[in-house]
């Protein structure tokens, strides 16, 4: 048994250690001079952190942050408001075609959004917003995926006598929506707006296609801006990576618990 | 009455409903659709369409050596990766699901790949399996082994984007996993055990069966995940000097890299590269209409 108990441990810390090593080496080389990380070694931090930030804030970083930021923030705040009212309905009212309706929404989880990229493009482009940010905010709102976590969290978690005795105390049902149906889901709503915020935040793709002013620079775009033929800054790089990872790292880690039992939601009830 | 009926079978549910489908429909099925009008152009952006009916098609099923291949190495990458992060996924979760101290330490430690910017990772990754600097190789060599040139070769480079793979999404499965056991009753554990069962016994009769929703939608994803696989191939190369499209001899040219490719790369054919995308977004379809027929059926 005590085998058995060693073996466990070693295999779980060993798992962890794997996990973590990359993204420790991250933190570590933001703080060396580009030309020093391979020179010495890597897993102790050097004194270069702050030689590296004054490079990327003397460059286009603060603006690109925010671009990055604003981006999240709409298609998180947006898409959750979108999702989670057709969620509300699905679970609420009884109509013509609900059957075809849940149906559409299954088939919105499946369609690869990413491949019609090349039709988007010339779209926004016909629209005349493609040298704005709102390209990469559009794409996430209709979240598949969002909307069927959000069908499965009002039914285990709105009942609907609730929605009914609100109807008969006198309440719309934009109220009823917003102040009663919307708190009782929230560790549902609190783990896709984490999720949508991740996506949108670490998407690469969409900036890759509609950035091509350095106004709108998103983080990854910028730093990729960094690299070049003769020198490549590498200290620099990850210095804005690092920085990148924060606003992510600090809200998972208040919302870790909500979000690792959400994700589970739509998977395990299906 | 009769009114107020009407208001919730047809006013309320459009009016929730509308902004779900108008976005779905502006942001996400027009383009789609719009690729498909324009797989039978011959247009590389900005000059004149000229209408080529089927002949891209034709052209890819016939001609593209490299189509054919970017499929071949997306399968090649997303099957060496993602089952194994599956299977690794499933056994941390069950290791874990007994564990009292530090399992949530454990937990969020194994997430923290899966909200890592792949910009970062695929720098890291470069840095660490890189012939000459990389820690991996270094590592190699102070063991009294050769430093092999990972990223460089045809032969590697695949597998340490299937690496990449497993890596980020270990954690990720994991979680996912563990909630479904969590879910799973003690009671029939007990039971279980009450009739001799081993752990081992447990695990494969009970555990495995009933996380089958949970492997069948982690499945299903990552195999539409797989298809449009981008960044993890084309961040690996990125960083380096002498990149070029899809690594060492293109061994790790994706579908989807291929079509970015071609459609935003120095010589654009855009009508091309949408047809592309049109077989790509079949493909899609087939495996996720498979997939739904397995997800449905698990209800009945």
Known sequence: ?270 | MNNSLKKYRFFWPVVFLAPFVICFFLFNLYPILYSFYMSTLDWAGYNQKVYVGFKNFISIFTKDKLFWKSVLNTLKIGLSGFPIALVLGLIFAALLANTKRFKNALQTMNFLPYITTPVAIGMIFTFIFEQHIGIFNKLIVAMGGKAINFIGSAKYAPFVIAFMIIWRNTGYFMTMYLAGITSISEDLYEAAKIDGASNLQCFFRITIPLLRPVTTFLTITSLIYMFQMFDEANLLFTNQTSSTVGGPSQSCLTIVWNFYNQAFGSNPRMGYASAMACVLFVIIAIVSVIGLRLMNGKED
């Open chain 1, 1 to 270: 048994m005590k085998i058995k108990t060693a073996c466990k441990t070693v295999f779980l810390v060993l798992m962890s250690v794997i996990s973590l090593i990359p993204f420790y080496l991250m933190f570590s080389m933001s703080t060396f001079k580009s030309e020093m990380i391979f020179q010495g070694n890597p897993l102790i931090p050097s004194n270069y952190f702050i030689e590296n930030l004054k490079t990327i804030f003397a460059s286009n970083f603060v603006r690109s942050y925010l671009n990055s930021f604003i981006i999240s923030v709409c298609a998180m705040f947006f898409s959750v408001l979108i999702c989670s009212m057709a969620g509300y309905a699905m679970n609420v009212y009884q109509f013509r075609l609900k059957k075809v309706m849940n149906m559409f929404i299954m088939m919105t989880m499946m369609v690869p959004t990413q491949i019609g990229i090349i039709g988007y493009m010339i779209e926004m482009r016909n629209l005349r917003i493609n040298n704005t940010l709102l390209p990469m905010i559009f794409v996430w709102l209709a979240s598949g995926l969002g909307a069927y976590w959000m069908i499965s969290f009002f039914k285990t978690s709105l009942p609907l006598e609730l929605v009914e005795s609100a109807r008969i105390d006198g309440a719309n049902e934009l109220q009823i929506y917003f102040q009663i149906a919307l708190p009782c889901i929230r560790p549902g709503i609190l783990t896709l707006a984490l999720l949508q915020f991740l996506w949108s935040w670490n998407s690469y793709m969409y900036p890759l296609v509609f950035v091509n002013k350095t106004e709108n620079y998103t983080i990854p775009i910028f730093v990729k801006s960094l690299a070049s033929a003769f020198r490549t800054d590498y200290g620099a790089q990850l210095a804005g990576l690092t920085l990148a990872t924060i606003p992510v790292l600090i809200i998972f880690s208040f919302g870790a618990k909500s979000m690792i039992r959400g994700l589970t939601a739509g998977a395990v009830k299906g």
